[in-house]
């Protein structure tokens, strides 16, 4: 009789978890379906956004300041027969994305600091295979004993890092409603495109909380890609379908050289597709300020406080910081001789090698206010301007 009892009452307790879970699963969904206004922090927007780009499975190392982003998923994917395994270092993590792609799965990760520098190893051979995988960047003061709040010093590190040629796609995000959105592109991008995609972002973002609006992709018309097995598809290879053969190995430097060009060349071409940047600036404007990620948000207040003081300042934002709008911001420069370029950025001049490689040749004073490891206020962009002159 107990026994029994006991046997009934396991069946009973089964029951009312799947019942709860079916509860707070039509609950999440009302979330998006209806486009809530919520009030959470950047981590939390980040599963949130997986969450609405169909995402599978998510691989991590616990590393601050991403950590939530796994504890977020985690508790949301299990109601949605999604996935997520916490993997012994970012190595194996990075390397369980690729194996989860091969099988047909979306799959992303988020790390920062040094996770970021161990997942170099797998993000390059993601490139070498044209494998599609999404990593969020929650960027930290380096190195891995430095701190673990706020920088901007990983910029480098994800648009170029690894034994590779930097083919990546990497948005850096300024809010939240952009981490958001971002992230869903950047699976699009990734799916699409077959190159690694990053969301870059940081402490600040990571950790402070504002609004956004939640919503599916599909019901604003967005693309939302489905992710389709690479290896293990249905049918005979040679008979059926082509086979798929994954060349991660090469023999000699001419055959490496001919495939890298191959997929350098296939990386060019999407160059159109793929480069966002804001821009605000006329023919009449002195000083351009250039910046990305969350110090953006400091450059337009301050390019909005100093025209009412009279200046004429405009802006320029990268948002795909790899590939880099290098002939937009070039457009605007050339068009003024004598206009100043300040590039302002919590590194030290990370963002500014590439603005100046993108504008050498040209004549323009470029000035920076750079300051790794710490925030950047929209006073201390204002005084900067007014010290320049």
């Given at each position: ?131 599609p995988g999404v990593w969020v960047i929650q960027q930290r003061g380096g190195p891995s004993t430095a701190t673990v709040i706020y920088s901007q010093q990983e910029l480098r590190l994800t648009a170029t890092g690894g034994n590779g040629e930097g083919m ?86 001419e055959e490496l050289n001919k495939i890298l060009m191959e997929y350098v060349t296939d990386f060019e071409q999407l160059k159109p597709a793929l480069i966002e940047w804001e821009e605000e600036s006329d023919p009449a404007v002195e000083v351009l300020i ?9 450059a337009k207040g301050a390019v909005e406080n100093l025209k009412l003081q009279g200046w004429k300042v405009g802006y320029f934002r990268p948002i795909t910081v790899r590939p880099f709008p290098g002939e937009a911001l070039r457009r605007v420069v050339s ?55």
């Amino acid at each position: 009789m107990r026994c029994g009892d006991n046997a009934k009452s396991l069946i009973s307790e089964s029951e009312v978890g799947k019942i709860a879970s079916e509860g707070l699963r039509q609950e999440y969904e009302e979330v998006l379906n209806k486009e809530k206004r919520m009030f959470m922090t950047g981590n939390e927007v980040i599963a949130w956004a997986a969450l609405a780009a169909n995402a599978d499975f998510m691989y991590g190392y616990p590393i601050t300041p991403q950590n939530e982003i796994m504890h977020y998923w985690a508790k949301l994917a299990p109601h949605f027969g999604r996935g997520f395994l916490q993997t012994e270092d970012e190595i194996s993590a990075g390397f369980a994305m690729l194996g989860g792609a091969l099988v047909g799965k979306k799959t992303f990760s988020g790390t920062a600091g040094p996770g970021n520098i161990l997942m170099q190893e797998p993000i390059a051979m993601a490139e070498m295979m044209r494998l599609p995988g999404v990593w969020v960047i929650q960027q930290r003061g380096g190195p891995s004993t430095a701190t673990v709040i706020y920088s901007q010093q990983e910029l480098r590190l994800t648009a170029t890092g690894g034994n590779g040629e930097g083919m990546r796609i990497v948005y850096s995000t300024s809010s939240h409603q952009e981490l958001f959105e971002y992230t869903i592109k950047a699976f699009n991008a990734a799916w699409k495109y077959r190159f690694p995609a990053f969301v870059l972002g940081d402490g600040y973002q990571a950790k402070m909380r504002e609004t956004v609006t939640l919503f599916r992709p599909e019901a604003r018309g967005w693309e939302n890609l489905t992710a389709e097995p690479i290896l293990l598809r249905p049918g005979i290879p040679y008979l059926d379908r082509d086979p798929v053969h994954l060349r991660n190995t090469f023999n000699i430097e001419e055959e490496l050289n001919k495939i890298l060009m191959e997929y350098v060349t296939d990386f060019e071409q999407l160059k159109p597709a793929l480069i966002e940047w804001e821009e605000e600036s006329d023919p009449a404007v002195e000083v351009l300020i250039v910046a990305h990620g969350i110090v953006a948000r400091a450059a337009k207040g301050a390019v909005e406080n100093l025209k009412l003081q009279g200046w004429k300042v405009g802006y320029f934002r990268p948002i795909t910081v790899r590939p880099f709008p290098g002939e937009a911001l070039r457009r605007v420069v050339s068009e003024n001789p004598e206009l100043k370029i300040v590039v302002v950025e919590s590194a030290y001049g990370q963002l500014l090698s590439i603005v100046k490689e993108e504008l050498y040749g040209l004549s323009n004073t470029i000035a920076s206010l750079l300051r790794p490891g710490v925030g950047i206020t929209t006073e201390e962009i204002e005084a900067t301007i007014v010290h320049l002159g």
